[in-house]
């Protein structure tokens, strides 16, 4: 692997997309640490060490913003609107099939015309993110977060400062990430979630040592190292499909007639899945904000209520999680597997599986087949999601070392991009990473 890192860094093209991801993830990390004008720093330190459900929900957020909520930096909302939007879109395309058929037929310019709607999006979402996340903070904290947040008189100006703020935050981060998978290595909005995680490591071995002492911290290690070896076991596991090819005459050549295998992954869908699971379970949090502070007891009650469980406080919030990862991998991949359309693209290749007629048995065979192994890639993922509310049982503590959703995030991401740069060492024939 030192062998191969150093072949990639003689080459000057991947050495400059590797110091570009450096740079633009310095740039993040430098602006995660820029407060939101006005925030009293001190309010804020004291509301994140409260232990109360809404500080919870705020290190739920911390996750998708790559560590800015806790300092709540104009990047606190993160790429989550992003996220949110891009669910949103794939929930309403099954909804409209001749807008999901009109975009896979135009291929490229279809996937951009999503990203394009998808960035528009994400802007209303994102000062809806900033106000309820400014609210969130303003609610939990016995002292005012952001002093004159709020419509009265002399704090409209300050209130839309904070959203303006926090909204360009966002599409900065977003930009950020669109460069990295442009110009640098590896998936951008990915590597920004990393970058966030990673710097929370000495954060956690704190809270860790505090809780649970030395010793809690070698079990962590112990249990960390597991995970990741289960990770990976599972992430690399696939079944493969053998696939004949018929031979072609033209002229006096004869094309074709060999034999290759499809590729299915036991865990297709990565870790979107938990992504939007966690986007999709801190939404209602964030819209009961807006009415938290409401003259009405019952709603305000209510409102507190939905902070308390969808900010993780309720023994039936795991149960919830591992639901919505497991309904929204079969979710993902069934999406992937209409874009990709594997029956057609065999069928216009002249390839079949030995056994099974082309066209409908075709797709029904490999329907089949992904059933079966997304179960197993579902309830991986419900069981890695899950596993901070299990240990919680049997240590003083959920935090580990790297939150294990976390912890799915930081190995995809690192063996994808390790495969971009095999795939780039191997075009210039050179070994590469992974043997």
């Known amino acids: 692997m030192i062998e191969a890192l150093r072949n990639a860094l003689k080459l000057p093209d991947l050495r400059r997309r590797i110091l570009y991801t450096i740079l633009i993830l310095v740039i993040f990390r430098l602006a995660s640490n820029i407060p939101v004008p006005g925030v009293d720093r001190a309010a804020l330190s004291a509301f994140l060490n409260s232990g109360s459900a809404t500080s919870q929900l705020a290190g739920l957020l911390d996750l998708l913003s790559g560590g800015a909520v806790s300092n709540f930096s ?60 400014a609210q969130l903070f303003s609610s939990g904290s016995a002292t005012p977060i952001i002093p004159n947040f709020g419509w009265g008189a002399g704090e409209i100006l300050p209130t839309i400062t904070v959203l303006l703020t926090m909204t360009a935050g966002t599409m900065f981060a977003v930009w950020l990430g669109e460069l990295i998978s442009e110009q640098g290595i590896g998936n951008g909005l ?18 860790i040592a505090d809780s649970d002492g030395v010793f809690g911290i070698l079990i962590f290690a112990v249990i960390t190292v597991l995970i990741v ?21 033209r002229g006096r050549k004869v094309y074709g007639g060999g034999s290759t295998y499809i590729p299915l992954k036991v865990n297709t869908a990565g870790m979107i899945p938990m992504i939007f699971a966690q986007s999709i379970l801190a939404f209602p949090a964030v819209i009961a904000q807006f009415t938290v502070g409401s003259t009405n007891p019952t709603v305000s009650n209510i409102s507190q209520s939905l902070i308390a469980f969808f900010g993780g406080e309720s023994p039936w919030y795991g149960s919830l999680y591992f639901l919505a990862v497991f309904g929204f991998t079969f979710f993902y991949t069934f999406v992937m597997i209409e874009q990709q359309n594997l029956p057609e693209t065999l069928q216009k290749q002249g390839g079949f599986i030995p056994g099974v007629r082309p066209g409908r048995r075709t797709e029904e065979f490999i329907l089949g087949i992904y059933k079966r192994i997304t179960l197993a890639g579902a309830l991986f993922l419900g069981i890695i999601a899950t ?26 991401t690192i063996v994808d991009t390790m495969r971009q740069l095999e795939a780039q060492l191997l075009m210039r024939h050179y070994e590469g990473f992974l043997r």
Do not use: C, H
């Open 387 to 412: 596993l901070p509310f299990v240990i919680g049982l049997f240590m003083n503590t959920q935090q580990m070392l790297i939150n294990s959703s976390g912890l799915l995030i930081v190995v995809g």
């Open 190 to 207: 990915s590597l920004i979630i990393l970058g966030g995680i990673v710097a929370r490591i000495p954060t956690n071995l704190q809270s």
């Open 74 to 133: 104009v990047l606190a909302a993160g790429v989550y609107p992003y996220v949110t939007a891009s669910i949103v879109l794939q929930l309403l395309l099954p909804i409209f099939p001749q807008l999901e058929q009109r975009i896979r037929e135009e291929g490229d310019e279809g996937q951009r015309k999503m990203n394009q709607w998808t960035f528009y999006l994400t802007v209303p979402l994102a000062a809806l993110q900033a106000y309820g996340q």
């Open 229 to 249: 070896l289960f990770i990976v076991f599972v992430q690399e596991g696939e079944r493969r499909i053998r696939v004949q090819y018929g031979k072609r005459v």
